[in-house]
């Protein structure tokens, strides 16, 4: 897989993806992920890609060019399955749609910033827009990075043991289990002795029955 994500603050990211999973995702060819900078396609000589909004209004837009030029210029390079912009009107992100996603090939994620892009960025480019949650960020960065983030630990091959995020919470519509490790007995808060009885059925039922319990004290949603 591919995802390149398109901004205009470009070192919000570089670091994001220079770390732990999302580091060792790409240096064993899982995926490749590529930052451009809209500042790059800009044609004037101050490298401006913002503008005053039509109509009035308090604060700036990101202007179409340089957008459409970057955005062209991936395309003619290769096939996108999916340009997505991160916009809080978007599609609620949901553990359904990343695992959906976490099937495609090559992504655009385009980050806004400002009051956002110009409307007729997301009418020509975009095929679908995406919203991390009910809250407004400054920009698209934070949002594209939890969207890619969230896609490339389900790659095949990126997590150690490939079931692991099929236990995690959102999978099968059920929050996760409680989990314990070393050592057994913290000042007398002792694990349950299920977990070290090595009885691999007894643990997976008792682990079904406490995603149960959790789902329906926390997310009863989840059950309907
Ligand atoms: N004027 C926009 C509105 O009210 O819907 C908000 C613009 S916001 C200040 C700037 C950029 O941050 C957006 O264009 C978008 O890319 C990103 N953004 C902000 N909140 C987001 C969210 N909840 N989900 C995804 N992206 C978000």
Redesign the pocket.
Known sequence: MRIDIVTCVPSLLDSFFAHSILKRAQQGGFVEVVIHDIRDYSVNKHRTIDDYAFGGGAGMVLQIEPIARCIRKLQSERQYDEVI??????ELMQQRMVNQLSLKGNLILL???????DQRVRDLFVTKE????D??????EL?AAVLADAIIRLLPGVLNDETSALTDSFQDNLLAPPVYTRPADFEGNKVPEILMSGHEAKIESWRYEQSLRRTKERRPDLLE
């Open positions: 912009y991160l916009t809080p009107d978007g980050c806004g910033h400002y009051k956002g892009v995406v919203s991390i949650g809250y407004v960020l400054s920009g698209g949002a």
